[in-house]
Every structure is written in structure tokens, then in C-alpha cells.
């Protein structure tokens, strides 16, 4: 990132994904130009890494990435509370990247807490090589309002235990069920992932990757080798620090 006088130049690693107004690094940009009054203009390349339409926040981290970028950038000086004020504009999930690490997101997610966790906790992330479209999945999703709402303190009790064991059995994902009725193969590979010694799996978000959680970074190396070798997808072992950031 770069000041670029008075243009907007935004390039992308991906040719798949689209770098018109309609990416959401360059509404981040609209949006800071806007709050801040700053006028200049900017060049952008992003180094495209994480899979589209995954259900893993690729193009909000990005977002959110952007905001920082040009905060710094233009020495404007906003705090973290204005950054997820303007993450919020973005999206419902794109105020959780202003902290990163893990976190409890609750409103419409633009209340955010950080959570520290205990002991490093490591995933296998496994993108089956085709996006899922999230509007679909939501448009499909039917929600029963009810006065019964799921209280998620045991979740959070055995996020806190550093137990794996304990916390894959406490894994949820609402989205599972319409998800797996529009992408039938997905539900197919994460029968394919219970196989394995894993603590538990999920689907990540609206999919289409899902991620199984292993009782220790050594039990992941034999899993992740094993999996490449059914080349369902492409697969990312991802560890947690005892700070919650990911590696």
C-alpha cells in the first residue's frame, strides 16, 4: 500500500477475484475516505492467500486489513474503537479482524471481547476447491425465534479448560444443515474428516472449508499427511498461541 496522488489503483494475485467497487478492500477505502476527509488517492496490491468463498473471513480480514493500512498510511491516528466502528459499516463479521486472535463477537458482531486462551490449540483446515456462496446459504438458513436461546458458557468453560477433547465436543455450527443440503459433497468430506483422530470437526462459517481439531500440534502432522493423500482438497494446519494468535 501506497499513496498514489489523487487515482485509485488496486491490483489482486487472484485473477478470479473481482478488484472493482464491489471488493471490499476498496469500499474499506471509501469508507476511511469518507470519515477521515482525505481525498488522495491510494495503490493497493493484495497478495491473495486465503481461499474465496470459504467461510474463513478472507475478504474481511482484508478489509479490516485496509482500514489499518490506511490509518497508518495517512497518519490519521483513529483508535481501535473507531476502526470497529468503521469494520461495522463492512459487515457483521469484519469488526472481530480489528482485534483478531479469538474472541466473542456478540450483537450483530460489532460487540467484540478477546479471549485469551490457556494452551496453543491447532486445527486442520481443509478447502475442497470450490466456493460457496454465502447469500445462498443465509437466503436458505431459517431461523425459529425462540425465548430458549442456547446459552454458550459451556463452549466458553471448555475453551478455557485447554482440554481439545473437551472443547471439539462442544463444536457447533447452526449453518451445517442448509449448508450440507445445497453442497451435498461437503457433507460427504466431513464424514470423511470424522474418520480420523480428530477432537472434532465443523464447517467453518458458511463453508465451504471445514476444520477438524487435533489434540496437539505432533497428533496433526500424521492427519495432515494422511489427508493430502486422498486429495479431496487443499489442506492448512493452523496453530493458536496461548495469546490466540494464529500461526
Known sequence: MEDSGKGME?????PKLSVGEDNLVLKAVRIFQKESGISRGVKIHLEKGIP????????????VATLFGLNKLWQVGYDEGKLVSLAGELGSDTPFFVFGNTAICKGRGELV?????????TYIILYPRF?????????????VLTKNLKDVSFFLQALASGNPERLGAS????????????????????????????CGTLLSGSGSALY??????RDSKEIERQIKML????VFVVTSDVNGNAK
Open 10 to 14: 488496486f491490483t489482486c494475485s487472484n
Open 52 to 63: 474465496v468463498g470459504a467461510g474463513l473471513g478472507g475478504g474481511s480480514s482484508d478489509a
Open 113 to 121: 471481547t478477546p479471549c485469551v486462551l490457556p494452551v496453543p490449540y
Open 131 to 143: 466456493e460457496v456462496s454465502t447469500a445462498t446459504v443465509y437466503n436458505n438458513f431459517k431461523i
Open 171 to 198: 463444536l457447533y455450527n447452526r449453518l451445517e444443515d442448509v449448508v450440507f443440503r445445497l453442497y451435498p459433497d461437503i457433507g460427504k468430506i466431513k464424514k470423511t474428516l470424522a474418520k480420523f483422530d480428530f
Open 212 to 217: 477438524g481439531l487435533c489434540k496437539g500440534e
Open 231 to 234: 486429495d479431496v482438497g487443499d
